[in-house]
């Protein structure tokens, strides 16, 4: 769930080139809009399991995962709690990385507030539902109307099914045993590249990974878990202040 | 902190992102600079949990299984596999380096 990316174009590349109003409704019927929010939901559902599975292997109890993917509902957040927690570090370093994560979801949600426009308890559900995949499928659409059809139907479908998803994974993942024995370490480690990938097309931002990853290498042997990981998120702070225009 | 007061304390902290995102007046947050830093900490932070997760091993470094796991995963992304291939290739390919004793 994170993966910022919708028929294998980076989220921010698609919202730079659909801008402009479009032709009106009649030349565009929702079908298309719903049949896309609808894979994207499913696809990003089914990646649950594998939250789920490593949540439990990780040491957190099924109601605790289930809490995460609930109430965080934000994949990369998720997966980075538990990666942290796993690795023997503090609830407060995992709680950090987390919330540094997260940090996208409040851009997300400034752009989509002007496009869902809703008040009241329906603005906290539209909050709720802004992750990468609803706001990546919204922003995409060629009219107002199906923007908001778009968010809305990409929010729920993978709310539902990522917590289906989350329950059956933390299940299995509790007869498993030994974690390691599956992979489900590696499993992990892909799970963080491929929710990288498709941010990795400028150069600033190879380099601010590559960076991250040295910083982050260096510091495991020396500092406490979890300090690694936000050592490398101040580092891409220096670098972005630092190149400004 | 453990347990189940991180578990609150870290979705209360994502949650209250998210909302955020939709209180607060939009100019305040949306420059040039502050909205390129954010996603280069996205990008750092994905980065620095894939070589923590592949090479950690507690506090030391370890090679092992996890890092030929994650070149086959390289190799699917740039194939355009989908997300759940490969995640799952990553584990079958980890799984069987061990339980070819590796």
């Known amino acids: 769930m994170s993966r910022a990316e919708v028929d294998g174009r980076a989220y921010e590349e698609v919202a730079a080139d659909k801008a402009g109003p479009g032709p009106g409704p009649a030349q565009h019927p929702a079908g298309p809009t719903i049949r896309q929010a609808l894979s994207v939901g499913v696809a990003t559902g089914a990646y649950g399991i594998s939250f789920g599975a490593l949540s439990v292997t990780a040491g957190l109890d099924l109601l605790q995962t289930m809490a995460l993917s609930l109430l965080m509902f934000t994949g990369g957040s998720q997966f980075a709690f538990i990666g942290v927690i796993g690795a023997g570090g503090s609830g407060a370093a995992a709680t950090a990385t987390a919330g540094l994560l997260g940090v996208r979801n409040a851009l997300y949600g400034l752009q989509m507030s002007r496009i869902v426009g809703v008040r009241g308890i329906r603005r906290l559900a539209a909050a709720w539902l802004t992750i990468d995949e609803s706001t990546a499928v919204g922003s995409l659409q060629p009219t107002p109307g199906l923007r908001r059809l778009g968010f809305w139907l990409t929010g729920l479908s993978v709310f539902v099914l990522w917590n289906l998803a989350t329950a059956g994974g933390a299940v299995v993942g509790d007869l498993l045993g030994d974690p390691k024995q599956w992979g489900l370490d590696a499993a992990a480690a892909a799970a963080f590249l491929a929710l990288l990938w498709p941010r990795l097309r400028d150069g600033q931002a190879r380099a601010v990974a590559a960076a991250a990853v040295v910083v982050a290498t260096a510091l495991t042997p020396i500092a406490p878990a979890g300090v690694p990981v936000l050592a490398a998120a101040a580092a891409a702070v220096v670098i972005g202040w630092r190149r400004a225009r | ?102």
């Open chain 2, 1 to 102: 902190m453990t347990g189940w007061v991180a578990v609150l304390a870290a979705a209360g902290v994502c949650l209250a992102l998210k909302v955020a995102g939709y209180l607060v007046p939009g100019r305040l947050v949306e420059g040039e600079r502050a909205r390129r830093i954010a996603g280069l900490v996205t990008v750092a932070l994905l980065a620095a949990l894939v070589a923590v997760q592949t090479l950690g091993a507690g506090q030391r470094l370890a090679v092992d299984a996890r890092v030929v796991a994650l070149g086959a995963a390289a190799v699917a992304l740039a194939l355009r596999a989908p997300f759940i291939v490969v995640v799952v290739l990553a584990a079958a390919v980890a799984a069987g380096l061990r339980a070819l004793g590796w």
